[in-house]
């Protein structure tokens, strides 16, 4: 666990909902991944990722709801320039498992 943080820290994580709208396969990664495109909403729009959630089907993530943090500096990683990184649970003992917002949530709706 990482050290304690202000609620004022927590406050500068801008955490959206988004709407996953593309897969694309992601060759060139190191470890497998997908290259996604998540709608933001009007606000910020639509975003790239980088993920490796590759045990996700394209099928299974195209039309999704995401959380995705983006606020952090875009991050070069091979070819792509990910603008945003989804969130998802992580253990030893199982492959990522993203955190999906209930239905109705709409892309743009802040995390708080």
Do not use: C
């Not at 729009?45 to 089907?57: C, E, L």
């Not at 999704?64 to 998802?88: A, D, K, T, W, Y």
């Amino acid at each position: 666990m990482s050290g304690e943080i202000t609620f004022d820290d927590f406050l500068r994580v801008d955490m959206r909902v988004g709407r996953i709208v593309e897969v694309e396969e992601f060759p060139e990664a190191r470890n497998p991944a997908w290259k996604l495109r998540v709608d933001f909403g009007e606000e910020l729009g639509v975003k790239r990722s980088s993920a490796q959630i590759t045990n996700y089907t394209r099928d299974e993530l195209l039309g999704r709801l995401v959380v995705g943090v983006v606020n952090f500096p875009p991050r070069q990683i091979g070819p792509v320039r990910s603008e945003v990184l989804v969130l998802g649970a992580v253990a030893d003992d199982h492959p990522v498992l993203l955190l999906e917002p209930d239905e109705g949530s709409q892309p743009g709706d802040r995390i708080a």
